[in-house]
């Protein structure tokens, strides 16, 4: 059977049954893939503290009923925050290698600007889609559209906090205006 060996980047994790875990992981050579690591749920599993978001890995899988992750090793820390990763794992194309957003990460030069472009929404010259005036500002991921910073508003918070990546301003300078209203 054959094995495959990359390094990852861990974006989230989900349960399934009693004791197996799921796992969404960006890795190097085969882009995002997602696996199931058997009993990793057990207080007594030696991979379970490898496999937490935003830590990086080695990571060994095969192919057999599914993905399965046999092996993990944490080598270091994404240092991105937890909504970065999930963003991630909701964008990333299911298994085909992403080395420009992959470097980005390692690198930390990391944009959503930048990894947008690459992954074929540019953000750059992006209008609106719904008053088609002001700049796209904000990346509505279900369905991959751009809104501006008033128009976003129009979205319920709760989807906005969980499916809408800002371009540009922080995420505290959006409280502080979601304070005022
Ligand atoms: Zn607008």
């Known amino acids: 059977m054959q094995e495959y060996v990359t390094n990852a980047i ?3 994790k989900f349960p399934q049954g009693d004791l197996d875990g799921r796992y969404t992981l960006f890795t190097e050579r085969y882009g995002k893939i997602t ?3 058997k009993s990793s ?3 007594t599993s030696k991979l379970a503290p ?3 978001p935003g830590t990086a890995l080695r990571a060994r899988f095969i192919e057999a009923h599914g993905t399965q992750i046999i092996d993990a090793l944490k080598v270091g820390d994404a240092r991105r ?3 970065d990763l999930q963003f991630l794992a909701m964008v990333l194309p299911e298994g085909q290698p992403e080395h420009a957003v992959w470097r980005m990460l390692v690198t930390r030069r990391f944009s959503w600007q930048k990894v947008l472009a690459v992954l074929g929404w540019d953000p750059a010259d992006a209008l609106c889609e719904s008053c088609g005036i002001r700049r796209g500002t904000n990346f509505f991921v279900p369905r991959q559209e751009f809104f501006c910073d008033q128009c976003v508003r129009k979205v319920p918070l ?4 969980n499916a809408v990546i800002s371009l540009y301003a922080s995420v505290q300078s959006e409280r502080r205006v979601d304070k005022q209203e």
Not at 158 to 161: A, F, G, L, N, S
């Open 10 to 12: 861990v974006l989230r």
């Open 35 to 37: 696996g199931k690591a």
């Open 50 to 52: 490898h496999l937490e």
């Open 81 to 83: 925050s937890l909504m």
């Open 158 to 161: 709760i989807t906005r906090q």
């Open 41 to 43: 749920r057990k207080i």
